[in-house]
Every structure is written in C-alpha cells, then in structure tokens.
Nanobody
Framework: QEPPVESGGGLVQPGGSLRLSCRTS????????MGWYRQAPGKEREMVAR???????NYGKSVKGRVTISSDSSMTTVNLQMNSLVPEDTAVYYC??????????????WGQGTQVTVSA
C-alpha cells in the first residue's frame, strides 16, 4: 500500500510563502478528511489544518490566519498555502488522510513528510 505523497517543502525566508501539496494513494477510498500536521525537533506533532468532506475546515491556533487548506472535490489532493512564514514554522510537515483501504480498513494514512525551513 502506497502512502500519500507530499511535495512543495523547502527553504523560505521569513515573511515568505510556500504551498504544500499531497496526493492520496489509489488504495485509499471513502476519504472523509484530509489534513496537515507538523513536527519540529523536540516537539510533539501538532495539527496545522484539516478539511472535511463537505468543506468544513479547522486550523491550529499558531497558524490561523496565515494558512489556507483546500482540496479538490473528489478529495484526491490536498493543498496547504502558507503565508507570512516565521522561523517557528520550521518543521517536517505531514499529510494525513482519513479513509479506508482493503488492507487496513478505516484508518489514518500518513505521508513520509516534507521539510519546511524558514530562515534568513
């Protein structure tokens, strides 16, 4: 079973923008939520943003107002537009898909992660 695949991470200066994208695996169906989480060195993983089938979204307190999550209508891709980035946004960002597969049933499926570094 293939994990979701993230793209778009990299190095950006403070105040800059990045757009992360994630494509779900063809093995996952019945997707009802997609999201982005991040983990900085020495810290716990935290929710950045989630989007649910039907369009409802929620955002982590530390990023609210600076990021926007979106997905296509079939929920095969999820994007995260991040603006006004600060060094504290530096972390590995993970895509998470809530859905089902024949192998695991209903579960959360995680990508391998993409590094975002905000530095001058």
């Amino acid at each position: 079973q293939e994990p979701p695949v993230e793209s778009g991470g990299g190095l950006v200066q403070p105040g800059g923008s990045l757009r992360l994208s994630c494509r779900t695996s063809d093995d996952i169906f019945g997707i009802y939520a997609m999201g982005w989480y991040r983990q900085a060195p020495g810290k716990e993983r935290e929710m950045v943003a989630r989007i649910f089938r039907g369009g409802m979204t929620n955002y982590g307190k530390s990023v609210k107002g600076r990021v926007t999550i979106s997905s296509d209508s079939s929920m095969t891709t999820v994007n995260l537009q991040m603006n006004s980035l600060v060094p504290e946004d530096t972390a590995v960002y993970y895509c998470m898909i809530s859905g089902s597969s024949l192998k695991k049933g209903s579960s959360e499926y995680w990508g391998q992660g993409t590094q975002v570094t905000v530095s001058a």
